[in-house]
């Protein structure tokens, strides 16, 4: 039995309540770190619909295993929270989940100060955001997105400049007619303009992905990719619905296309992009396409257990591809 590295030892506290008076409740948050280090770069993670800080942990343990700070903030949509379609607070509820985000970055300094060992190793300013679902349409919104107002122009200009890229998991695309008429009459909000989400990013989509909310198919979730000048790499992962095979817990009941290959492709993809991004490691993504592209290649000749592939390749039968395009902005 061959021996293996042990995983960097990690530390996680959780709540760090952030002081939220107009919300409604305060703002909580979990900040997962490596217990060694030194200029940490720092991930704030947005979870989706009904979940919370707690989900997401097959991508955080590995961000954290890998360098990275990990911040969660828990939204009001959570299900801790209970709130239903007639709260108040609903209709702006996207706008909240924005201000969340932006009230974890002001305070980093804050949070930071709240993990024990943790002060004076970060890296503040080497910021990235990245989010699933809902939560990806938040960290759009930093990156650059805007939501079309009912004068079908886009609305407030959210973009945070202190981020320097993102992570656009399971990413809702385009609204009007390509929402549902229940989406159309509860979400309006879910309606994007993409056009000056500037900020380098990588978009994450399953090519099984059918939302109820959506009329279209799982090209629904790659409208980001095709429409944003920020959004370089799409990662199609084959075989992936909502969850990519489980990002959002290791027992998830709600994972409906388990796959513990979708979720390494997830895992290494975004770290590999992250790093380089970043800039703490040049050559990770391109060595991390390129292992992509040769398992993809591998998979003509009959290895059926491959990882994925680029697009460019030609095999549609490997867990996942990476498509890029040239940097528009």
Do not use: C
Request: negative net charge; proline residues 6%.
């Amino acid at each position: 039995m061959s021996a293996t590295a042990p995983l960097p030892q990690v530390i996680s506290v959780r709540p760090v309540t952030l002081p939220a008076p107009s919300r409604g409740h305060d703002l909580e948050v979990r900040i997962t770190a490596p217990i060694t280090g030194t200029e940490l770069p720092v991930i704030v993670f947005a979870h989706g619909f009904g979940q919370s800080m707690t989900g997401g942990d097959p991508l955080v343990d590995h961000w954290t295993a890998n360098g990275f700070v990990v911040v969660q903030p828990t939204f009001l949509d959570s299900t801790k929270y209970g709130l239903t379609l007639d709260d108040p607070r609903y209709p702006t509820i996207w706008q909240t989940r924005v201000d969340d985000l932006e009230r974890v970055i002001d305070d980093l300094d804050v949070l930071v100060a709240a993990v024990p060992g943790l002060a004076g190793r970060v890296d503040q300013a080497n910021l990235a955001v990245a989010g699933h679902s809902w939560g990806g349409q938040s960290v759009g919104m930093l990156l650059g997105a805007r939501v079309i107002g009912s004068d079908g122009q886009p609305g407030e200009d959210r973009t945070d400049h202190r981020v320097r890229a993102g992570v656009l998991l399971s990413t809702t695309g385009f609204g009007g007619a390509d929402l549902t008429p229940f989406a159309q009459e509860h979400f309006p909000f879910m309606s994007p303009d993409f056009s000056q989400l500037r900020t380098p990013s990588l978009v994450v989509a399953g090519d099984h992905d059918q939302s109820r909310l959506s009329t279209r198919g799982p090209d629904w979730f790659t409208d980001v990719y095709h429409h944003s000048p920020g959004a370089r790499h799409l990662v199609t992962v084959h075989g992936g619905e909502h969850l990519l095979g489980g990002i959002q817990d290791y027992a998830s009941t709600a994972t409906t296309d388990e796959s513990p290959e979708r979720v390494d492709l997830v895992r290494r993809t975004t770290t590999a992009f992250l790093r380089t991004a970043l800039g703490l490691d040049a050559d990770a993504w391109s060595a991390t396409a390129d292992a992509i592209a040769a398992a993809g290649a591998g998979d003509a000749v009959g290895h059926t257990d491959a990882v994925g592939h680029i697009e460019a390749v030609g095999h549609i039968d490997a867990v996942g591809h990476i498509d890029s395009k040239e940097d528009h902005s």
